[in-house]
């Protein structure tokens, strides 16, 4: 097996299709903390949480110790549409940059909202139609969740409402025109449609927004109309849980051919696509069957991990939603304009949070010129043009190969290439220009940041 000879692309086919998903934590020893009550700062229970989220995906939120969920089939089918995802080894990659190493990279951009996001959005469109709502509400920052999520609506018959940052609403018009020609009415955020829009207007005149902000808004939309919910593209465990098709599909892509990687890299924006990568491999480190190394990569200019605090705090500017224990900037951090909309989450997901904690994940930042150089050099040699989130993983893919080069070991390193990049394209140009800048946060912008952070009783 070993020795088999490992094609560009390896595909599996549709009956390798995971039937099931993984659930991470139920392997964890030290779980993620609970997400509390922002009133009580108690659990949120079942109760608390059904009036944003629809019942099943509250069940899968909740469940720290159930390891497997059955795949509904109608989501397999959805799924069949694009996937299994081709896993692809990167030999004109590894021959440009002189490499022992050998690179895999999972290829999520192959369909057309041209990322991970529809892995989730179709699972969460699914239980919403099966539970008889109308519709959804959500947030998008630079668009792909937006549009990863009207298209499952319109797969399943679902209104959609999206909530998009205004500076991207704005600036991106063709994500917003995807959205709208799948069914999605798109409102810019902050908003006078919603109390919490209003008041982060009056607060912050001229603010062009930001996700957190959005959130606000699109929860209290859900829960002030009848036969809606609130559904999120990242951060929360049940996104994990679905995203794990990507881990579990590259798990039996590499073990089809023997090989096992040492080095397993991402992006890390809310870390639903990471933790969904990484989670069958994390299993076994876990269990102390295998070991690898994890890497989660974020941008310089929205540190989470790398120089946030470990901490309870809100997923959303208005301060609406439970309390999350996660690596966060503060809810009230607004990053600096950088070109990778979907990193620019203040906070973590839980999971990977605690996993960092406990130091079975790593995490790096890179600055957005040095992505750029990687994301150019990636799609001169390996054709695809990749998005500027993914780019960040492809900057640490690149960094690992030549730390290889260096020292001769043969490594075989493994990334999530999240999406694509077509509808970046300003971004490229600034970077072709030569106008592209790095901001990267004081320490005093950083302390501002966790300076709002909540203050829970003891
Ligand atoms: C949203 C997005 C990300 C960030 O994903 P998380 O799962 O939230 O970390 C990464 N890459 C692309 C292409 C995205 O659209």
Not at 47 to 55: A, I, M, T
Not at 82 to 110: D, H, M, Q, W
Not at 296 to 317: H, I, M, N, Q
Not at 329 to 344: D, K, V
């Amino acid at each position: 097996m070993a020795n088999k000879e490992i094609p560009y692309k390896i595909y599996l086919s549709e009956d390798e299709l995971p039937r099931q998903w993984y659930n991470l934590r139920a392997d964890m020893k030290n779980k993620p903390a609970p997400l509390l009550n922002p009133a009580t700062f108690q659990p949120m229970t079942f109760e608390d949480l059904r009036p944003v989220f629809c019942d099943e995906l509250v069940r899968q939120e909740l469940d720290d110790t159930t390891p497997c969920f059955d795949i509904p089939e109608e989501i397999r089918n959805f799924y069949k549409m694009y996937r299994p995802s081709p896993l692809v080894r990167a030999y004109c990659l590894e021959k440009k940059l002189g490499t022992p190493a050998k690179i895999y990279y999972k290829f999520e951009g192959n369909n057309t909202s041209g990322s991970h996001k529809l892995n989730s959005a179709v699972a969460q469109a699914y239980y919403a139609k099966q539970q008889g709502l109308k519709g959804v509400t959500t947030e998008t920052g630079a668009g792909q969740w937006g549009t990863a999520l009207s298209m499952a609506c319109a797969y399943f018959g679902l209104d959609c409402k999206v909530y998009m940052v205004k500076v991207s609403y704005e600036q991106k018009p063709f994500r917003r025109e995807v959205m709208r020609t799948y069914g999605a009415s798109v409102t810019p955020s902050p908003s006078t449609e919603t109390a919490v829009g209003r008041r982060i207007l009056e607060q912050f005149p001229g603010t062009s927004g930001s996700l957190g902000c959005a959130i606000s808004e699109a929860v209290e939309a859900a829960t002030t109309h009848e036969g809606y919910r609130y559904v999120l593209g990242s951060v929360l465990s049940q996104v994990m849980l679905h995203q794990s098709v990507i881990g579990l599909e590259s798990k039996t892509a590499m073990d089809k051919y023997g090989v096992k990687p040492d080095i397993i890299i991402g992006c890390a924006g809310g870390g639903s696509n990471l933790g969904g990568l990484i989670a069958p491999f994390m299993r076994e480190k876990l269990r102390g069957e295998a070991d690898y190394q994890f890497i989660a990569v974020e941008p310089a200019s929205c540190p989470s991990l790398t120089r946030g605090k470990f901490a309870y705090d809100y997923c959303d500017t208005g301060m609406v939603t439970p309390l999350a224990k996660m690596y966060t900037l503060g809810s009230g951090f607004i990053p600096s304009a950088n070109h990778a909309g979907g990193l620019r989450y203040h906070g973590m997901s839980s999971i990977l949070s605690q996993l960092h904690a406990d130091g079975l994940l790593e995490a790096r930042s890179v600055e957005q010129t040095k992505v750029f150089e990687a994301a150019e050099m990636f799609a001169r040699v390996e054709g695809i043009l990749p998005a500027p989130e993914s780019s960040h993983a492809i900057r640490v893919a690149i960094d690992e190969a030549l730390k290889c080069k260096e020292t001769g070991e043969e490594k075989t390193i493994l990334f999530g290439l999240t999406g694509t990049g077509y509808f970046d394209l300003y971004a490229y140009e600034k970077f072709n220009n030569g106008n592209m800048t790095d901001y990267i946060p004081t320490d005093e912008d950083i302390q501002k940041g966790l300076a709002g952070l909540p203050v829970l009783p003891e």
